[in-house]
Nanobody, 114 residues
């Protein structure tokens, strides 16, 4: 069984930065794809960024502003968010994909004020 616990969300002004962390427990392998997704009120959950070993993928809306990384020794994935915009406001969810299952954390709220 896999458990994911996010932390680091909060309130920040536009232009500011936040760093999200996701601590994973259970059977985690460095080859597992991990990522961050977000969901705003009234919208579908969307991909923010994923990382598999050292390969990263970003949504166009966050490219150049967000950086995903992972520490396999700590079973932790991070999302460094810079130049935050009000439209980044959402609940951010940590994800681990191991075929054929998706595992999700409970989410952490990020609010960006204008």
């Amino acid at each position: 069984q896999v458990q994911l616990v996010e932390s680091g969300g909060g309130l920040v002004r536009a232009g500011g930065s936040l760093r999200l962390s996701c601590a994973a427990s259970g059977s985690i392998f460095s080859s597992n794809t991990m990522g961050w997704y977000r969901q705003s009120p009234g919208k579908q959950r969307e991909l923010v960024a994923t990382i598999t070993s050292t390969i990263t993928k970003y949504a166009d809306s966050v490219k150049g502003r967000f950086t995903i990384s992972r520490d396999n020794a700590k079973n932790t994935v991070y999302l460094e968010m810079d130049s935050l915009k009000p439209e980044d406001t959402a609940v951010y969810y940590c994800n681990l994909y191991r075929f054929p299952l998706n595992y999700w954390g409970k989410g952490t709220l990020v609010t960006v004020s204008s």
